[in-house]
C-alpha cells in the first residue's frame, strides 16, 4: 500500500489569490464529503450564518470574504461554516512540557494521508498572525499565533454527534482572539461542538489545560498535560483498541511527569511505537508531527525523514511531498 501527500507552506496575510487556488484545489473532495450523507443532512446557510453570529461573531467578517473568494456558492458557503458538517475519526497523540527551561506542545496527527489537506497557512486575518495545519481551507488542526498560543486538536473517542461546529473553526477562533489559556478555556466552555474532541492548549506563560468537549455534556476543563483518544473512560472499546488510546495516554504521563524529560527526549517518543503509527491502511497512521515552542513563535513539522522549521520571523514558502508507505519517505 502506497500514498503520498504534497504539504504546501503558504504565506498570505489577507486571504487572497492563494487561498482562493487552495480552494479550487480542495473543493471537489470537500464537496464529495460534505455532500457524503446527502444534502439535506447538512443545515441551511441561514442556520449556519445564524450559528456564526451567535457563537462566534467575530469571525464573521472573515467567513463572508473567504465565502465571496469561494465564489459565493451555496453549498461551499455552508461547508465553510464547519456547522454541523458529517463526522470524522482520527487518531492523535498530544502533550505539553511546562517547565522555566522546557516549554513545549507536541503532537501526532494520525488520519488517513489522502484525506489530509496538508496546507501550513501563516496568516493575518484579524488581529493576530496565525500558523496553523488548516483542515476543511480555514479550520485549524493545531497551531500558534503571535502571542504564544498554542493548541491542537484529537477525537475525543466517543460515536455522539449534536448540534454544533467541527472543532477546526473552534481553534480557528481561539488563534484568532485569544492570548491565553484562561481565555481559550472560556470559549471552549461556550461553543457547542458536534463531536467529542479533546483540545489541548498552552500559552507563553506556561499554563495549559486539555478540554474534552462534546455535544451531550458540558465541557470537561482540566489542568492535564496529555490527551489521546477517549474522554473519562473508554466508550467506544473497538477504537480505543485499534488506536491504543490507553497504552499512548499511559507513555505521555510517564513522559511528562519524570523530571528528567527533556523537550529532546519527549519529541523523540513521538516518533517510535506506540505513539508514531504506521497503520495506514486503516487511517490510524501517523501523517506528522508538530512541535509547537510558545515563547519563541516557533513551529517545526516532522517526518521520520524530513523537518520544516517555520516561525512568525522565519516563514518560507515551500513544496513537500511525503510517502507513505511502512515507512515514510520524502520525495520531493
Known sequence: MDKQLVFRAVHEPVAGEKWQSLFDLHWPAYERWYLSEGERERPGYLACYNALERHMPELIPTYERLCRLAGGGDLASRMLSLYRPPAYITGCSQAVLA????????????????????????????????????????????????????????????????????????????????????????????????????????????????????????????????????????????????????????QLSILVSDDTTTESRLISAFAAPPLYRSDYRRGLGTIYTSVYWPRQGRVQFRWPCQYLDLSFTHFEETTLGIHYTSRVTHTA
Open 99 to 250: 517547565r522555566a527551561d522546557a516549554h513545549l506542545l507536541v503532537r501526532n496527527y494520525d488520519y488517513p494521508p489522502e484525506l489530509c489537506e496538508g496546507t501550513i497557512l501563516y496568516s493575518h486575518w484579524n488581529e493576530r498572525r496565525v500558523i496553523a495545519m488548516t483542515d476543511c481551507l480555514w479550520g485549524v488542526l493545531d497551531g500558534i499565533n503571535d502571542s504564544g498560543l498554542s493548541v491542537s486538536l484529537a477525537f475525543g473517542g466517543r460515536t455522539v454527534v449534536g448540534d454544533g461546529f467541527g472543532a477546526p473553526i473552534i481553534l480557528r477562533y481561539l488563534l484568532e482572539f485569544c492570548d491565553s489559556t484562561p481565555e481559550a478555556a472560556k470559549v471552549l466552555a461556550r461553543v457547542p461542538t458536534h463531536m467529542a474532541y479533546n483540545i489541548t492548549v498552552t500559552d507563553a506563560q506556561g499554563r495549559y489545560i486539555t478540554a474534552m468537549i462534546a455535544p451531550d455534556r458540558p465541557a470537561s476543563i482540566r489542568r492535564v498535560q496529555v490527551a489521546t483518544n477517549h474522554q473519562r473512560k473508554i466508550e467506544w472499546y473497538a477504537h480505543a483498541l485499534a488506536s491504543e488510546t490507553l497504552i499512548r495516554e499511559r
